[in-house]
T-cell receptor
Framework: AQKITQTQPGMFVQEKEAVTLDCTYDTSDPSYGLFWYKQPSSGEMIFLIYQGSYDQQNATEGRYSLNFQKARKSANLVISASQLGDSAMYFCAMRGAYTGGFKTIFGAGTRLFVKA | DTGVSQNPRHKITKRGQNVTFRCDPISEHNRLYWYRQTLGQGPEFLTYFQNEAQLEKSRLLSDRFSAERPKGSFSTLEIQRTEQGDSAMYLC?????????????FGPGTRLLVL
């Protein structure tokens, strides 16, 4: 079975500092994709970053980078230079290429609070 | 076209009533997904379509739930005889199947409250 675990229900970070949000996953698929989404209080899910299981390099998108450690089955999100607008829920998600069909499974999320 | 849209954004209904939600995906996207999200949880998969074909349904989707995507464009999700446990955010997402990562882009959701 596929599973996503986010162990940090809430995180605080000072504005302009970096923060790491943890995500571990479990799958038997040899090929899979990992995603991070941001959900502000308005409710919409905003795609942030993608990492493929065969990608050799860690994904980066602006201030977001994904620390992918395949052997440890972890896919942590690093946000650099935090901004007040980064305060939101963050979800780690995974889709396997073979098991689980094409649905994406999500973790329970981490709520990030950015302090001024 | 700037993204996935969903209507209505909010719905309050009485237990036992039927409700229908609509999702308009990004125009060139051929896959469409429905998710349900309850407070404090991540989205849970309900069903998905490739073009007009409904290819998978979660066990969460009881007989009271039905989804359609008649022309492979917009989709509707209907809940019959609503129950208080149906109160949740219903999210729609779309994706393009021929992209390597097949990122799903979400709409703003429909927040349902069953009284």
């Amino acid at each position: 079975a596929q599973k996503i675990t986010q162990t940090q229900p809430g995180m605080f970070v000072q504005e302009k500092e970096a923060v790491t949000l943890d995500c571990t996953y479990d799958t038997s698929d040899p090929s899979y994709g990992l995603f991070w989404y941001k959900q502000p209080s308005s409710g919409e899910m905003i795609f942030l970053i993608y990492q493929g299981s065969y990608d050799q390099q860690n994904a980066t998108e602006g201030r977001y980078s994904l620390n992918f450690q395949k052997a440890r089955k972890s896919a942590n999100l690093v946000i650099s230079a935090s901004q007040l607008g980064d305060s939101a829920m963050y979800f780690c998600a995974m889709r396997g290429a073979y098991t689980g069909g094409f649905k994406t499974i999500f973790g329970a999320g981490t709520r990030l609070f950015v302090k001024a | 076209d700037t993204g996935v849209s969903q209507n209505p954004r909010h719905k309050i209904t009485k237990r036992g009533q039927n409700v229908t939600f609509r999702c308009d995906p990004i125009s060139e996207h051929n896959r469409l997904y429905w998710y349900r999200q309850t407070l404090g949880q991540g989205p849970e998969f309900l069903t998905y379509f490739q073009n007009e074909a409904q290819l998978e349904k979660s066990r969460l989707l009881s007989d009271r739930f039905s989804a359609e995507r008649p022309k492979g464009s917009f989709s509707t999700l209907e809940i019959q005889r609503t129950e208080q446990g149906d109160s949740a955010m219903y999210l729609c997402a779309s994706s393009l199947v021929d992209s390597t990562e097949e990122t799903q882009y979400f709409g703003p959701g429909t927040r349902l409250l069953v009284l």
